[in-house]
Each structure stands twice: as C-alpha cells, then as structure tokens.
C-alpha cells in the first residue's frame, strides 16, 4: 500500500510530464478526427482506482497527483472502481482515454477487468496508460494461475509490451537509459531510489521507453509511452523531496 503525500504536495519527477505527452498524442488524434468527421473530441477520463485498496473517487493517486495537470490541459476526470461494472467499448463514445494507478498485483473480480481491457484495446480507439502496477495479476487473495498469466500477457503483447509477471527487490539496480526531459525534473532519478525491479519490457519499434533499468541481466523498461497509451511502474512516478518534505 502506497503511503499518500498530500493533495497540495507538488510532483518532482516525471507524472506530469509523462501525462502531458500522453495527452498530448491523444489531442493531436483528435484534431485529426475533428477534421475527419466534425465531431466534437472527447474530453472525458476515465480514471481507475481499486476498492480492495481502500481507494476512493476522492482518495486515490490519481486524484491526489494526475487530476491537476489532466484538468490544465482541459480534460475532465471520472472515476470508477475497477472491481466493480465498467461502461462497454461501446458506451464509452465520450471518452478520451483510460487512465488506471494501480499499488498491487491482485483485484477482485480480475478476470472480468481483464476481459474488458482486452475488449478495449483489442478494438483500438481509447488510448490506455497504466501507472503503477497492471493490477490485475490474480484474483483477490489468490494465488495467480496459468490463467490469470495467459491473460495478462495478452493485455501486455496488446500493448507492445512483454513481462513473465516478476518482481524483485531492487539490488544493483543500473538505469541504462533516462529520457531526462522527462526524468531529471526539478530532482535528478538515481538508481538506489528504486525499490522494485520489474520483468516488464517494450517488444515494438514504435514504443519510446523513457527509462530504462537492467539488474543482474534483466532489463526492466520502467517508462513507455506507446501509440495506444503507456505504462510507468511503481517507484518511478514521483518521489517526495526529502529536506524539504514535498
């Protein structure tokens, strides 16, 4: 469980850049559909947080760090819970894009969320970024299956990524590569504040990893931005100031 920092506490690295450039590809798309077809574009986020992890509309990551520069960019944010029904592909015509901060591996009810994040990326027209963890490895408080790692795996090659679903504790930890326009905002990332080491990687040319971290061996794209979405792990989204305590 992710300890939260307040609501006025600013970011120092990364979230608001990588939200920024991610909501930028969706408005350059919708200008181009604005052209194509005259329609309004959608202004509408949907944000996806966890009950399981006593997370709220009103408490969650995304309210507290992302809602902000979302709203400066003219984008309005709904929050849904994650375990619970979510609208179909067909139903979410008003929307921009898909926006989840997940904290664990578990979820209830994580093959029905599977299924409809399949369902949405399978068809191709809501951007989805995923900060945090993927959230849905296994159902809550059990063990992962052959299953659960089947379907996840297929969620990630939809969106250019590949994982075996491993973690380890961070030691030795390398960043062979940091886009520092995005990641040496107001402080500079340094390998031993990285905790977790994840197998997740971009397998697509056209993906852009924006940092990259190897371990023993083991690469771990931190940061990606793709053409239908992004994703950025645990422990690289913001990190508090420690002398000043924001």
């Not at 200008?31 to 969650?60: C, D, F, H, M, W």
């Not at 003219?74 to 979510?86: C, F, H, I, K, P």
Request: charged letters at 25%.
């Amino acid at each position: 469980m992710s300890i939260f920092i307040g609501k006025h506490n600013r970011l120092l690295i990364g979230t608001s850049s990588v939200i920024f450039s991610l909501c930028f590809v969706t408005q350059l798309l919708g200008r181009q559909g604005q052209v194509a077809s005259a329609q309004l574009i959608p202004r509408k986020i949907l944000a996806l947080y966890k009950g399981s992890e006593n997370r709220t509309e009103e408490v969650n990551e995304i309210y507290q760090l992302a809602q902000l520069p979302l709203n400066n960019l003219g984008l309005v944010v709904e929050y849904a819970d994650a375990e619970q029904e979510l609208p179909t592909p067909e139903e979410m015509s008003e929307y921009r894009g898909i926006l989840t901060w997940f904290i664990s591996d578990q979820m209830k009810n994580a093959r029905r969320y599977r299924h409809w994040l399949n369902r949405i990326l399978t068809a191709g027209r809501l951007p989805v970024v995923m900060m945090g963890h993927m959230g849905a490895y296994r159902e809550y408080g059990r063990k992962i299956s052959n299953l659960d790692v089947l379907e996840v795996k297929s969620i990630f090659n939809l969106m250019g990524l590949t994982s075996n679903l491993r973690t380890w504790k961070a030691e030795n930890v390398h960043i062979d590569f940091k886009n520092s326009a995005f990641y040496d905002f107001e402080l500079n990332l340094s390998s031993d504040k990285v905790d977790y080491f994840y197998d997740i990687r971009s397998k697509r040319q056209n993906n852009r990893v924006l940092l990259r971290l190897s371990q023993n061996g083991v690469r771990n794209d931190a940061a990606i931005l793709t053409p239908n979405g992004g994703y950025i792990q645990n422990g690289v989204i913001y990190r508090l100031d420690e002398e000043s305590g924001r």
